[in-house]
Structure formats: structure tokens, C-alpha cells
């Protein structure tokens, strides 16, 4: 089992990136799936989650609006499309799966954004 997330990087203020998430090793449709996000000394946070088939979508307060999930499930891939970013939300970012049917739940390694100027 494997989520490999890809994407990060440096963004100035105000700037998008587009995060992806590939899973290997499981079925990856029958699985919703979220993004969290650790700044340095904070907890992990969560960012938002799209229902397995893709029909429901849910987001934090924080980036409501600015961020939008998506996936592929042909692809096996989940995306996170980050628009008008700020210099806080500089973090690690994360993708998880969890099961629809079972108690199984996946993490990624994480990739590192950093908004600064």
C-alpha cells in the first residue's frame, strides 16, 4: 500500500499550487479520502475530504473557498487545488485513505509547501 503525494514546493503569497496524491496496493474507490496539513510545532490539521465516489465534499473553515478536492479514481490520484495561499499555511501536507468498508487507513509521506516571499 502506497499514497505518494507529489506537488509542493515554494509559492509566494497570493500564489496556487496543485497537490497530488497517487495510491497503489488497495482499492483505491472504495475509499474516502482527505488532505491534513502540519506546520512546524502545530498538530496536524485537516484540510478537506472527498467521499469516495466523489459526490460529497467537505472543507475547514480556514480554506473554504481557496482550495477545492478533487479525484480521479481511474487514476487512482486525489488532488488539492491551493489558490490565494498565505504565508501560515505553510506545512506539510497530507493525504489519507480511509476504508468505506473497512477499518483501514492509509497516510502518505507528505510534501512540503512553503508561501513566503
Known amino acids: 500500500v502506497q499514497l505518494v503525494e507529489s506537488g509542493g514546493g515554494l509559492v509566494q503569497p497570493g500564489g496556487s499550487l496543485r497537490l497530488s496524491c497517487a495510491a497503489s496496493g488497495f482499492t483505491f474507490s472504495s475509499y474516502a479520502m482527505s488532505w491534513y496539513r502540519q506546520a512546524p510545532g502545530k498538530e496536524r490539521e485537516w484540510v478537506a475530504r472527498?467521499?469516495?465516489?466523489?459526490?460529497?465534499?467537505n472543507y475547514a473553515e480556514s480554506v473554504k473557498g481557496r482550495f477545492t478536492i478533487s479525484r480521479d479514481n481511474a487514476k487512482n490520484t486525489v488532488y488539492l487545488q491551493m489558490n490565494s495561499l498565505k504565508p501560515e499555511e505553510t506545512a506539510v501536507y497530507y493525504c489519507?485513505?480511509?476504508?468505506?468498508?473497512?477499518?483501514?487507513?492509509?497516510w502518505g509521506q507528505g510534501t512540503q509547501v512553503t508561501v513566503s516571499s
Open positions: 489519507k485513505g480511509v476504508g468505506d468498508y473497512s477499518s483501514a487507513v492509509y
Open positions: 472527498i467521499s469516495s465516489s466523489g459526490n460529497r465534499k
